[in-house]
């Protein structure tokens, strides 16, 4: 009975960790940790990416079909970028994704520059 309930417990506070920032306050953040501009992104780019891709919740989740899925405020994929101890990755950004689901996004930012500078760039999302 003492497994499931601190199971529980730590599941409840991670989401107390987590956050849903404003449209204003994500672009203060953003425009504060350099990136207006970045990779030939605008803030604009950023806040809409950032948007569709979670609606600015830094708790969002997707779960893939091959055991992989996409983490934070970026949704960004636990195939290539961080390691979820699930699925294979190639951990390009050195991390583990289930910092990507707290409020503090620095670490969701530096991921996220990372990602831009690939040939790819935003089309990588």
């Known amino acids: 009975m003492g497994c499931p309930l601190l199971l529980l417990l730590a599941l409840l506070t991670a989401v107390t960790k987590a956050k849903v920032f404003s449209r204003c306050e ?14 030939g992104y605008s803030l604009a780019n950023w806040l809409c990416m950032a948007f569709y891709e979670s609606t600015f919740n830094t ?4 779960i893939k079909a091959d055991g992989s899925a996409d983490y934070g405020i970026f949704q960004i994929s636990s195939q290539q970028w961080c390691t979820n ?4 990755s190639d951990n390009r950004c050195r991390m583990a994704c289930r910092d990507l ?22 089309d990588a999302w």
């Open 59 to 62: 708790a969002a989740q997707s």
């Open 85 to 88: 101890d699930h699925s294979p």
């Open 26 to 39: 994500l672009a203060h953040l953003l425009q504060e940790e350099g990136l207006n501009g970045y990779g």
């Open 101 to 122: 689901l707290l409020s503090n996004i620095t670490d969701d930012i530096i991921c996220a520059k990372r990602i831009v500078r690939n040939p790819q760039g935003m």
